[in-house]
């Protein structure tokens, strides 16, 4: 095994400072890093890109500490968020793009936690407090022992400064602004910084060797790590909610509508047998159709159905092929991001047989089935 490398691996917004904070901040405790690896949007990039250069902030630290050779971080180690089409990403404003958020961290992640020799410092002190919040769940499923992740300190009235990167050896003076926006100038000796120490928990140890060939989905490492394979689904259809072993998520009234009529037939089939590998209770289009009315009695028994109705409308009221189709992609699409895909394989709405003869059911044992 080769020397140890440490690495600072980041979620950036528009303000770069945070960088120079947690470097000075790594320093005081003796512990310089090697490399600096960033994940941010576009705007946050070109923020770094002027952070980086020969005469930004980034290198007048170095230089003043005597590190401008010790510290790579060429712009290919800034890790730009794109959408599904390839796009970049301008901001973190919608489940979309949180969800692409979430990959982004987890892939760059498991590169960095690929090499034994790396030592990952995980700052999660930039950014929106979503990237933060995906960052720390990539260094959860991915992170090893001697990983640790940081949030770092300031004290408030130099935080809020574009002036102030961090303190200078010779401390000189900065124009801050106080919480009536007018300005004043304060010596760069009163700012405070610390670094803490967030404790987290890796569980990379319980996740299969085969698993650890490629990054892989949140919710497809989770469901092999926490899940019970004897787990209940537990369906409390006023609160749209849903659980599976020690995870749940939520439907949209109409889906839980839909999903819960799908799951009561399940429950009523009168087989006389273990039902998870049976079929009997699958049900083909016309049928799902004809039950509009058991549908909208269970849509209606969910407080607030009627609100969604008054702002939007709602095709659970005259369900027809095209809004099940839609509904029950929907409802793959959530259920595979909250569990991932062999958990759907089990509680999901799958198809069985060939257009035209075409029946969807739901694969679990009637017996795992609980409503609350």
Known sequence: MGSMKRILLGVCGLNPQVITETLYALLLQ????????????????EKLLSFI??????????????????????????????????EYVEDVEDEVTNYRLIELCLEVTFKLCSHPENIIYFLVAGGRKTMSSCLSLAAQLYGRPQDRIYHVLVSREFESSKNFWYPPKRSRSVLLYDDRGNPYKKETKYAKIQLVSIPFFPVRHW????????????????????????????????????????????????????????????????????????????????????SQSEIMYIYN????????????????????????????????????????????????????????????????????????
């Open 30 to 45: 003796g512990r310089s890093v090697h490399e600096i690896h960033m994940i941010t949007t576009y705007p946050g990039y």
């Open 53 to 86: 250069a020969p005469s930004g902030p980034l290198m007048r630290f170095l230089e003043e500490y005597n590190l401008p050779h010790r510290v790579s971080f060429p712009p290919e180690n800034i890790y730009i968020l794109r959408d599904e089409s390839g």
């Open 207 to 290: 996740i299969s060797e085969e698993q650890l060939k490629g990054p892989l989905p949140p919710s497809e490492i989770i469901s092999h790590v926490i899940m019970d394979k004897d787990s209940h689904l537990i369906v409390d259809i006023k609160n749209c909610r849903i659980c599976f072993g020690s995870m749940e998520t939520d439907l949209h009234p109409a889906y839980m509508a839909l999903y819960a009529w799908f799951l009561k037939n399940k429950k009523r089939c009168m087989k006389d047998r273990p039902c998870g590998g049976c079929i009997e209770c699958f049900v083909d289009a016309s049928t799902i159709l004809s």
């Open 301 to 372: 028994s969910i407080p607030g159905s009627r609100d969604i109705d008054s702002l939007s409308g709602s095709g659970i009221k005259s369900l027809t092929r095209e809004n099940f189709n839609s509904y029950k992609s929907k409802i793959k699409s959530i259920l595979i991001k909250s569990f991932g895909l062999s958990v759907y394989e089990k509680i999901g709405i799958v198809s069985v047989g060939r257009k035209p003869d075409t029946r969807f059911g739901i694969r679990i044992d009637r017996s795992r089935i609980r409503f609350i």
